[in-house]
T-cell receptor
């Protein structure tokens, strides 16, 4: 699986958009970009994933550059509860038969602190 | 919907003992993965099981073993516990029936402390 690079920490004001960058310059054509977050003392929470098109759900938006070498997770209106460690992960899609690895390789992530 | 459930939530053991951790996946999910998270680090992959067969194994010693049951629940066993095994053990489940790129959903883990 390709490695990712994220800034170790970021700050954001409550109510403003939080834009978390991720570099994955060695990503392969069949690797998806996943974002998870982990709030203290809880398990990682799935946020969003994508292959090459931009994606949006009720939690966030994912913007993937055309060359797929980087992406940005956008939390449109950050709240204090969004303070967490955010992980960007690239992973090969499992085959439908489940015969390949489904592991997620976590890095250090970005500590996002949302302040009042 | 009930999420991934893990038991126990906390556990204290001494060096040399053995421990069994349990995981119930989300209903309908047939794939279960185990991760170890040491304080200050991201989770590290230990095992993946799909349809009751081991599909992947991380770089962990043979003291670590796991199995998946017909109802898709899973157990992680660790023998001859070491101080370095103190960590948060996370279980994640996913569905392959909806397509190959389905995300893994995590439980809140078992906090294992070795004295």
């Amino acid at each position: 699986d390709a490695k990712t690079t994220q800034p170790p920490s970021m700050d954001c004001a409550e109510g403003r958009a939080a834009n978390l960058p991720c570099n994955h310059s060695t990503i392969s054509g069949n690797e998806y970009v996943y974002w998870y977050r982990q709030i203290h003392s809880q398990g990682p929470q799935y946020i969003i994933h994508g292959l090459k098109n931009n994606e949006t759900n009720e939690m966030a938006s994912l913007i993937i550059t055309e060359d797929r070498k980087s992406s940005t997770l956008i939390l449109p209106h950050a709240t204090l509860r969004d303070t967490a460690v955010y992980y960007c992960i690239v992973r090969v899609a499992l085959s439908a038969g489940g015969t390949s690895y489904g592991k997620l390789t976590f890095g250090q992530g970005t500590i996002l602190t949302v302040h009042p | 919907d009930t999420g991934v459930t893990q038991s126990p939530t906390h556990l204290i053991k001494t060096r040399g003992q053995q421990v069994t951790l349990r995981c119930s996946p989300i209903s309908g999910h047939k794939s279960v993965s185990w991760y170890q998270q040491v304080l200050g680090q991201g989770p590290q992959f230990i095992f993946q099981y799909y349809e009751k067969e081991e599909r992947g194994r991380g770089n962990f010693p043979d003291r670590f073993s796991a199995r998946q049951f017909p109802n898709y629940s899973s157990e992680l066993n660790v023998n001859a516990l070491l101080l370095g095994d103190s960590a948060l053990y996370l279980c994640a489940s996913s569905s392959s029936t909806l397509g190959p790129n389905q995300p893994q959903h995590f439980g809140d883990g078992t906090r294992l402390s070795i004295l």
